[in-house]
């Protein structure tokens, strides 16, 4: 069933069925955003991943957080799906795909299932699920997905201020990504910023969690140029507000470009063996690059264990795609490849 205009006053409670990966769970944002503005007054909730769940914390405009572990048993599952059930909400969101809004049983809720698509970016589908329920037309003007408590604001100030200072300007460079397969060589990161640091006077500032933090340093030995490493030395939340105020931010295909993206920041994302049409950045002011042609997202094993496609990317190209101007930062051509032929 639909909701129409005249079923809006009659939601009270809201679940919306997030995923686990951090990036996954960034994607659906947007959902989260569109429901609270519709309907500011109902309690809206979540289900989502544990890896997730720091990504939610003091968040003011959401009810309660339910973790969703994938390798729970049914005798562990049943008496979760119980608990959900007598929470008796009025319309539920599956982003999963689940068999859990059939269990809870709410007016309204998402079909089971929806047509694929292999090309259509994973926010659009989101947004396009959530659009089989519900009517989600709004013009988004803020976020309720992602509350920055005045205290972290204080925290990343204080840092970005003793490590840089407070005037400086800084680029975000994110080495990591959970698949090895997706990271780009440690001396094309350095190449990039060493040249950012020479032309444009910015500062770079690492992120990531703290198994990036040998990857960045690793990065760093290679670069002429001081840097900053906070990888692993920052929460989720507190690398929100780092994003929040960067002029670029650059890396691989990870939660932190997700992140960027989400906070409208300029983004430029190298890819391997996963397809940008589907996970590529969302900002106004996004770009990507990709290896080879002839393996772009590809996702064989023998391909990505040597990691080929990625390799093929250079420093020159992602320097090439990049122009700074009195504004800001522009893509000099949009989305562009490592061989310059548009994807």
Known sequence: MHVT?????????????????????ILTFPVIDILKTELPAAALSLVIGPKAQSLFNGNPYLDKVYIYHKKQSPLDILPWIWKLRKQRFDLVVDLRNTAIPLMIAPQFRTPLWTAKSETLHMKEKHLKRLGTVFPNTSRLDRSYALFIPPIEVQYVRRLIGDEMGHDQKY????????????RWIEEGFAEV?????????????????????????RIAEKMSEPSVNLCGRVSLIQLAEVL???????GNDSAPMHLASYLDRPVLTIFGPTDPRKYGPWSTKAAFIQGRADCRACRDP?????????????GSDVLKAIKFTPDGVEFVSGIRKSNEEEF
Do not use: M, W, Y
């Open 171 to 182: 680029v975000v460079v994110a080495p990591g990504a959970a698949d090895r397969a997706k």
């Open 5 to 25: 205009p005249s079923d809006k006053s009659r939601i009270k409670k809201i679940l919306v069925i997030s995923l686990s990966n951090i990036g996954d769970v």
């Open 302 to 314: 023998d391909h990505i264990k040597d990691h080929d496609c990625i390799r093929s990317v250079t």
């Open 244 to 250: 929040k105020h960067c002029h670029l931010a650059i």
């Open 193 to 217: 910023c060493d040249q950012l640091v020479g032309s444009e006077h910015l500062k770079v500032v690492f992120v990531g969690d703290e198994q990036d933090q040998k990857v960045a340093a």
